[in-house]
């Protein structure tokens, strides 16, 4: 029988077992991976650089019913984590976005290597291709079942995320099981993720990639305002601004429209004013096709004073009406798309949803399964893009690790 088992070899996972080695190094850990090999997800984060937290973290980052700084604000920053636990040093500036935190190498491996090392130290042990599919209780403590045979344990974290990145093993089985056993879990959907619009309404835009602002919204109610690269795709708005609306999909389904600001950079009766007494006039002769030729790419332009104007793009310029050109300048300030939907999990970073703050008590131990701590995406916890959901896998691992242990002294 071991002390404690870890489900999931994930980052909250590892730093779980972790903190609960350095708490009481006596105790025997095991990590418990349902892949052929620990860390794949880790090791595809930030493009393979990992970005392994923000130095910018607020509570309005943070989206679910757990309060995700109450845990964050009792464990260490990240540089300082990194660089003590596993002689990983990180930077901030050119790799950091808006105070995104990278490991001084820019590569995710060289993390990997160096919690693996960390962990070989401290005589964690781990088991690969064990796909935890029941929890039985057993005397002082649980019985954990898999295909490949069954691990004994006093103590039980589950680190094994929710539904996002299938491919790396969280495929939500976890969540399912959980549920299962009587624990309530938040109503999921995908987060940090493209948003689905109707095909139609993003027609001849596929590939467009432009900078500015994207705002949610709900029956007229502003929600969030963020900046930043617009992707156009044939199904879907993406890009990291857009990806950080993505969580709203869970309560305003059906009720969730993105407006875009194509040109922040000038307000709306100045670009009318612009349009109508500049372009129209040196462009008198050229068709409409040609009328934001030198303000965006071919195909934005056509489309935008395509669906402005709604005539043949072969009339001349100079025909353009001050009526259509205030519906152009409006167009380009405030394009509307209603949100049909979010992307597959497999395009998702982070699961919306999972188990609820009512489940667990301030040391992420299950309120109706004494022994049994939570920690990572597998709780009601998303992160905006830029270093927040590693932050918090790492900072629920470390509490639920640390409290993990202290529950065995004694």
Known sequence: M???????????????????????????????????????????????????????????NYHGSIDAMEIISKTPDAMNYFRDT????????SEGRNGGLYPRSNSANTVLSAVRLKMQSLGIEERCDFDVTKIGRIKNGYKLYSKNGEVECRRVIIACGGYA???????????????????????????????RVAPESVKGLKGVRIKGEVSAFSDGKLLRKEAGEIQFNENNLSGICVFNMAYLF??????????????????????????????????????LEEFLT???????????????VGRSLDDKIKSLKNG???????????????????????????TMGGITAECVNGKLETLKYKGMYLCGEILDVAGDCGGYNLQWAWSSGIWAGRNCALSLKG
């Open 2 to 60: 071991y002390d404690i088992a870890v489900i999931g070899g994930g980052a909250s996972g590892f730093a779980a077992a972790v903190s609960a080695k350095q708490t009481d190094g006596q105790l025997s850990v095991i990590i418990l991976e349902k892949m052929f090999r620990s860390g794949k997800k880790l090791a595809a984060t930030g493009n393979g650089k990992c970005n392994l937290s923000n130095t910018n973290i607020t509570s309005g």
């Open 86 to 93: 596993y002689g990983v040093l990180c930077v901030t500036g």
């Open 165 to 195: 990145g299938p491919a790396f093993g969280t495929d939500g089985g976890m969540l399912r099981l959980l549920r299962d056993m009587g624990l309530n879990s938040a109503k999921i959907c995908p987060a940090v993720a493209p948003l």
């Open 250 to 287: 869970q309560q305003y389904e059906g009720r969730l429209t993105l407006r875009t600001d194509l040109f922040q950079q000038i307000t709306e009766s100045d670009l009318y004013e612009y349009l109508a007494d500049n372009v129209r006039i040196d462009r008198g002769d050229y068709p």
């Open 294 to 308: 030198g303000i965006f790419v071919k195909n934005l332009a056509i489309y935008l004073v395509k669906k402005a």
């Open 324 to 350: 259509e050109i205030r519906r152009i300048a409006s167009l380009i300030k405030s394009l509307e798309f209603e949100v049909t939907g979010c992307s597959p999990w497999q395009n998702a970073q982070v």
